[in-house]
């Protein structure tokens, strides 16, 4: 087989798939096969990007297939933030030494502006910051907008971008964030603060959208300029602002503050909000990553739109679609990869959930996306807070009103419990996988397989009980929203994360057994699929 064959043979087949599904203007199926192509080639990003420069006009003569490999690089770069977010350093090298190669690449004038503009767009989708040498490349070139200086009035430089977003500041500001990702903070600081002063009242409307920007500098940026407009505000984006107060971080609060004070005393009423509505929420299972999905079908007049929530430790993510055809709403729910077990749960549930990664995103700093915001109007979710679960009385709350028996966290129970049938599909995610466990289990090939889980239960997994008792907890929260046909374990679960919370011997409960066992298989995987990678590319 030819090196060329070799290197665009896997990547090539799952572009041509995934382009053939955008041109039909289907949802990409995530099959199997793909999910283990992502997992198991991260080094394919270099492949998926020389397929995007072979087949993108004017170069190439194909921009369909050009972007079925765009789609699957970002596809594979996602996996690799995966990798990040566990400690991964091999990811985290991998991901370095892509940028550098694309960085220069431009630089020695292999690809233009628009190509590394793409690649901009498919690292800010993958959630990557961008590294010194490719901001310092896309500095050196107009890749869309001006990123060193902006004129006075930036609705004439942004006229086009307006016109497109069909004056949708969501729209707008969405298509920003791809283009700048790859802006110094200064600039794209400098970008809201146009908006803001500008006499076009989408630009204003915009503005406020940079509040929830992930960088403090530019939402420094923007709240002062904020502050000048608060005249010109409209009553939307007065009940924008008061809605995103509270998203904001304390510290930060003050500012904005100050601007819903200069509006209102200029006499701007505050709009009511409109009366959302939401039909369908589906939820996924959390992972091991503590990860869970959301899926919100609204009425939209005779349509309906589809709004999606992903929580990690925050809001993660967050976006309303277009009003489209119940029978495409359900083409896409049938294959937006939601693999994980699914339940249709309560609004309560889902307003719940959000107050708490809120609240967690808050104490460190953080800001929700913009979309949330959006999501927000959708669906009506004015009363979306800040607001930590209180663990003590969730778990007291999931037991009251069960018999005694059933409450009581008995010796042959949490032996038992790695044998719960419910969670057979829900645990698959269930391990550890960091660089510390990583080198325990590589050196654990001295100790019998028993032993090794014991150290792993009593060194690693002791200190991080916190972490597994709030899953089993937010787990059992989850299952409670099934019918009572169903008859889940919840219960059994709700005892199992109190015990773990409170100190319980991690080697006398059954399913956490199961757990360390399963990070001992993830990982001999993981080290036997690296070895033959490596083999292939060196034997």
Partial sequence: MSEAKREFGAADRHAKSIAKSLAKGRPVARTPDLDRYLADSPEEVFAAFKGVVRHMPPAGDDEALAFGYLFLLQALLEH???GTDRGDVEAATLIAKFQADVAGQRNSGEIDGRLLAYVAGALHQAKIPVSSEFAAASAQQDIGFETASFPADVGIALEGAFEACGGD????VGALAEVGHAMPEQARGALAFGLAISNRSQGRAAAVLFLLD????????AIGAL??????LSPTELRRL???????PENERAEIDAVIRKARASGIPCAQWEAGEVETILATAIDGVGAQGFLLVSPAGRKKRLSSILTKGGIADAWSGEPESLRRVRATLAGAGMDAPTLAVSRSYLDRSLSHHLALA????????????????TVGGADWHPAALDFTEAVTGLLAGLPEVACAATAAMLRQSGELA??????QSWFEDDPQVRQIVARGGTRGREKLISYLLQSTFARRRDKWADLFLRTALWMREASADADLCWPELAVIAKAVAQGQDLTEIGLMHAIAERTIDVLAYDGLVKAKGASARFG
């Fill in 422 to 427: 419910d969670l057979e599909r829900l645990e």
């Fill in 80 to 82: 690799l933030r995966y």
């Fill in 362 to 377: 808050i104490d460190r700093g953080e800001v929700p996306p913009f979309g949330l915001l959006q999501v927000a109007e």
């Fill in 227 to 232: 502050d000048q407009a608060a005249a010109s």
């Fill in 214 to 221: 992930s960088s403090p500098v530019v939402r420094r940026m």
């Fill in 169 to 172: 500041p969501f729209a707008l």
């Fill in 242 to 248: 008061i809605a995103i107060r509270d998203w904001r």
